[in-house]
């Protein structure tokens, strides 16, 4: 029985929120043909024959390339526009509610690799952070499983145009503007997290809190 080809699936410790999502139950459809596995460290992701590196906010040196077969990152833009951190928080607050997602192989630059698959992600504009997040892991499995399914065979596209990209966020970001309306500022309380970085603004040199959620129906 031939063995199995080893797959790694790296998160960011600090920014691992798809690990609810993407695990062996997940993937159960290729336990059978690959051998995964699941980690937070880096150093001690070696001899991979596949590792995807899913949102990482660090980047990954010359040495960690070098001692995997194939290493890949899914990026949600439409690259090279919109490389760089939190690209589906820009773009909603850019009043956009599609994006297109990218399965790129690594490289020394910053989400600048080789196109290998697409997929869009699709809003309907009411979502709050735990829906969009929910929705964009699902397209993050689709494409992961759609690589998986047919390798070893693959194409890849250079991309194409002028790049642009997108700074990071920090909490500071959730600020609101107290003389600004709601419904101007819907897009920025959407994306929003209640709990790592919560909208605020700031009234008679106090700052004040504030939680978002909503209906069910």
Known sequence: MSKKKKIAILFDKKNDWLISYINKKTLKGFVKKYDISFHKN?????????VFVLGFTRILGVDFLSRNKICMVIHESNLPKGRGFSPVQWQILANKNTFTNCLILM???????????KNKIVLDGSELYEEIRKKQAKKTIDLVKKFLKTYPKFKVKKQKGRATYFRKRSKEDSELNINKSIKKQFNLMRIANNEKWPLYFKYRN????????????
């Open 42 to 50: 880096p150093n001690l992701v070696k001899n991979f024959e596949i």
């Open 107 to 117: 490289n020394r630059g910053i989400d600048s690799g080789e196109i290998v698959l």
């Open 206 to 217: 106090k700052t004040y809190f504030l939680k978002i959620n909503k209906t069910k129906k």
